[in-house]
């Protein structure tokens, strides 16, 4: 994983490795307990809901992310990625909210 930009928050590393080591239980360990993922509109929020999206379209599909550049604005990091895998491929954008050591949303923006 190449990363550009400052450094990623300790959380956003994790659900980014776990992302691409395929490891679905360590990337839920990186939300808080009511976290979201927003896809494109669609709300996935706490583990259950978050756990069937990502078996259906994220590492079910076995998904890599290469960082290509990141930047952050208070509590959002925005991480730039080349995806690839089973599912959707090509550049994409993941802004990550960040409330203290969890992600409390991971929001699909681009």
Not at 18 to 38: I, P, R
Not at 89 to 99: I, K, R
């Amino acid at each position: 994983m190449t990363s550009a930009g400052p450094p990623l928050p300790t959380p956003v590393e994790r659900a980014l490795r776990a992302a691409n080591d395929g490891d679905t239980d360590g990337f839920l360990a990186a939300f808080a307990e009511d976290g979201a993922v927003d896809d494109w509109g669609r709300e996935f929020r706490g583990p259950t809901a978050i756990r069937g999206w990502s078996d259906s379209e994220f590492i079910g599909k076995q998904v890599s992310l290469e960082v290509t550049g990141a930047r952050s604005q208070g509590a959002t990091t925005t991480v730039s990625t080349q995806v690839g895998g089973n599912g959707f491929n090509g550049p994409s954008d993941f802004a990550f909210t960040v409330e203290g050591d969890r992600i409390a949303l991971m929001r699909i923006t681009g």
